[in-house]
């Protein structure tokens, strides 16, 4: 909206008693940049919608090694790796939910693409701390039953 304001108040022709400058022969020139007043704010970039883990790396890091630190080059390593295994995630249960000829990729699906994805042990550990999440987000996230289904 402030854009558009903008455009249209460069766009609107002057008032009556203010005297355009005039204009030079087809050459354009840049306007100075404009003199900051005190306490004026200066204007804020916007954010790029970029989503990352590394909080969530950074929280692990400090759960397992506690006066280890990180640097930005292996953080940005790290979160192409996660990317890159939930990529592979997904795409796995997508083709398993196509084999079975289901449109909608359930937490069965999630597993079985994980325990053919990782090995052994690993596997293990993931579906079993996928299962504690799931329970966990479901306690959390509990809907009314209705009173007619309980009598």
Known sequence: RR???RRRQREM???KG???PPKEGGKK???PPPVQK???KKKKKTKRNYSSYSTFIYKV???VHPHTGISTKAMSIMNSFVNDVFDRITSESAKLSRYNKRNTITSKEIQTAVRLLLPG???KHAVSEGTKAVTKYSAATVKPQK???SS
């Open 13 to 15: 022709p002057a008032k």
């Open 29 to 31: 020139k840049s306007a």
């Open 38 to 40: 005190d306490g004026a």
């Open 121 to 123: 042990e690993l596997a």
């Open 18 to 20: 203010t005297a355009a």
């Open 61 to 63: 890091l400090k759960q």
């Open 3 to 5: 854009r558009r304001r």
């Open 147 to 149: 009173a007619a289904a």
